[in-house]
Nanobody, 126 residues
């Protein structure tokens, strides 16, 4: 599967953005899907994930209540709706796909996702 992320940009603190991750080659319903982010000089960190059947989601504590992961099966696209953005949310955001991520209880670990899109930059100004 190939993943293409988009939707990043510059936004003021308190604003919102919606990131999109379009998949090609395979259906997103074949994979558990995740969003990660990486700020300059920092390690890549987990933000949100969704099981391949869409029945379960998981969020990092730092984004819980502000970010929402969702998907559109018909468009083969996963979204990350971000609201209440803070300067600390500034990072490159990456979507990822993997097999049996949830069942192994490892969906916050980047190394367990086999497929990655390119990053889309989100910059939050104070």
């Amino acid at each position: 599967v190939q993943l293409q992320a988009s939707g990043g940009g510059l936004v003021q603190a308190g604003g919102s953005l919606r990131l999109s991750c379009v998949a090609s080659g395979r259906a997103i319903s074949d994979y558990d899907m995740g969003w990660f982010r990486q700020a300059p000089g920092k390690e890549r960190e987990f933000a949100a994930a969704m099981t391949r059947r869409g029945g379960r989601t998981n969020y990092a504590d730092s984004v819980k209540g502000r970010f929402t992961i969702s998907r559109d099966i018909n468009k083969n696209t996963v979204y990350l709706q971000m609201s209440g953005l803070e300067p600390e949310d500034t990072a490159n955001y990456y979507c990822a796909a993997g097999i049996e991520i949830y069942s192994r209880g490892v969906w916050s670990l980047p190394g367990t996702y086999a497929y990655w899109g390119q990053g889309t930059l989100v910059t939050v100004s104070s």
